[in-house]
T-cell receptor
């Protein structure tokens, strides 16, 4: 079956760095997405990785290793507004998005 | 960036009534639209995938006669929850794939919160 695993909840301190991991097993691979979802709102797109390596976009970076079925989202210089759920999703061979359950990130002052 | 709108953003209705939710791509043609449901503190659950001009493909366990999807144009898809009941109360989110930008690009609407009394 298809499976996406990510931690349920993480806590970090304002100004610090946090890494949210995601491992996957899917039928085929057409890219991995990270979305941010604040409580009560729809997800917003953060990043897309289809090749191995690190993609940096401001304070957020996303890494992919296809051979290991592994990705992480790195958030630097954490701000209180970064408190949200972070969803990992993989696009399978049918171009369907397979969603992880999301990681709730709590930022403390 | 691409914008997807949903209307209404909030619906409160009595049990047994039908509710229609619209999803529009505002500045691109959406070859494929997706409807998701999300219960509190849970992840997104894909309900169905619709391609313009053809019947929607429903995920296992989703009743096609209860959740009617119409994707009549490249910019509009509608989800109608027929004979809604309290257990249908949820956050419904649509997303649209921009066919002109490649298969990977999918944009989300702001969601519609449905409360059935």
């Amino acid at each position: 079956g298809q499976n996406i695993d990510q931690p349920t909840e993480m806590t970090a301190t304002e100004g610090a760095i946090v890494q949210i991991n995601c491992t996957y097993q899917t039928s085929g691979f057409n890219g991995l997405f990270w979305y941010q979802q604040h409580a009560g709102e729809a997800p917003t797109f953060l990043s897309y990785n289809v090749l191995d390596g690190l993609e940096e976009k401001g304070r957020f970076s996303s890494f992919l290793s296809r051979s290991k079925g592994y990705s992480y989202l790195l958030l630097k210089e954490l701000q209180m507004k970064d408190s949200a759920s972070y969803l990992c999703a993989v696009m399978d061979s049918n171009y369907q998005l397979i969603w992880g359950a999301g990681t709730k990130l709590i930022i403390k002052p | 960036g691409a914008v997807v709108s949903q209307h209404p953003s909030w619906v409160i209705c009595k049990s047994g009534t039908s509710v229609k939710i619209e999803c529009r791509s505002l500045d691109f043609q959406a070859t494929t639209m997706f409807w998701y449901r999300q219960f509190p503190k849970q992840s997104l659950m894909l309900m169905a995938t619709s391609n313009e001009g053809s019947k929607a493909t429903y995920e296992q366990g989703v009743e096609k006669d209860k959740f009617l999807i119409n994707h009549a144009s490249l910019t509009l898809s509608t989800l109608t929850v027929t004979s809604a009941h309290p257990e249908d109360s949820s956050f419904y989110i649509c997303s649209a794939r921009d066919g002109g930008r490649g298969m990977e690009t999918q944009y989300f609407g702001p969601g519609t919160r449905l409360l059935v009394l």
